[in-house]
């Protein structure tokens, strides 16, 4: 299986866990239970009361950076910064505080490095990094990094953000490789704790409800994705956690993608994504791929 082969899983990873978790996103656990059982098909729904296989911000705020970095043929914050303000005129069906607050704010100054605060530590920056690892891939260590803060300061300028972006990319990147699950924990997770505990992610409870803080996203989404041997398992567990669902699943499956491959993706999930969601992501990770 190729590096590319497993981009385009990544991506399609993305959408499904994304377009999966929207249906019981803000839910409990219980409140799932009672209401679908154990969740586990692309039917819409939820809050934003999406048609089956439809995707949240997201999806779209990775596929708008993802045309920024094809346009400049790399990473570019100005150019995010524009792509992301062009996706808010458009009224996407979702959008986060921050995300809001600072693209305001980039409108009104046309600086894309959003003020520092630690009060933006929300996972906004981390569910759209996958454009970066996939145009980023063999670079060196400090110019992916660059990458990655380039495009998360417009919105997210915090030091766990940074921190779990950063992870992430190179969790992805080891996976478009070849990498093990094994590898990718003691290489990258493990690191991170040890650098900030707050993302200990063993026996930790409230994890069953992840919000939309960093921190409580990753400790979701690397129990699930440490902890089961396949997308559909992997999918499954975070989602039905409720809290930030669309996201904790957004950001599992582009792992599990990277990891399993297209093979791990279950036809049902990839056969009731949005036909032109799935274009639009196999056709991007393609083009971001060529870029390395």
């Known amino acids: 299986m190729t ?15 994304d377009a999966l978790g929207s249906t019981v996103e803000f839910m409990t656990p219980r409140e799932i239970v009672a209401q679908y059982g154990v969740h586990d098909t692309l039917c819409g729904g939820g809050w934003l009361h999406l048609k089956p296989g439809h995707v949240t911000d997201d999806t779209t705020m990775s596929l708008a950076l993802g045309d920024s970095i094809l346009r400049c043929g790399r990473v570019e914050a100005l150019a995010a910064a524009q792509a992301f303000d062009v996706w808010m005129h458009a009224k996407p069906v979702d959008i986060g505080n921050t995300v809001r607050r600072n693209l305001l704010q980039f409108r009104k100054t046309g600086n894309p ?13 981390a569910m759209r990094v996958l454009p970066v690892a996939l145009a980023t891939l063999d670079q060196p260590e400090e110019s992916v990094r660059a990458a990655s803060r380039a495009q998360a300061h417009v919105t997210h300028h915090c030091a766990l953000s940074d921190a779990a972006c950063e992870c992430l990319i190179f969790m992805v990147q080891d996976a478009l490789r070849g990498a093990d ?10 690191p991170l704790v040890a650098q900030y505990p707050e993302f200990r992610f063993r026996a930790v409870r409230q994890s069953q409800n992840p919000s939309g803080y960093v921190v409580d996203t990753l400790q979701a989404v690397f129990q699930s994705f ?27 499956g582009m792992l599990a993608g990277a990891l399993y491959g297209r093979g791990g993706i279950p036809d049902a999930w990839l056969g009731a994504l949005d036909a032109d969601t799935r274009r639009a992501c196999e056709t991007q990770a393609w083009a971001l791929s060529a870029l390395v």
């Not at 398992?233 to 950001?251: E, K, P, S, W, Y």
């Open 3 to 17: 590096s590319t082969d497993r981009a385009i899983a990544a991506y399609l990873g993305l959408a499904i866990g």
């Open 113 to 125: 490095e959003a003020p520092y605060s630690d009060h933006d530590a929300g996972n906004g920056a």
């Open 181 to 190: 699950k094994n590898h990718l924990l003691h290489t990258y997770a493990h």
């Open 226 to 252: 440490f902890d089961t041997d396949d997308m559909y398992d992997c999918l499954v567990d975070v989602v039905n956690r409720g809290g930030d669902a669309d996201t904790t699943g957004a950001i599992a």
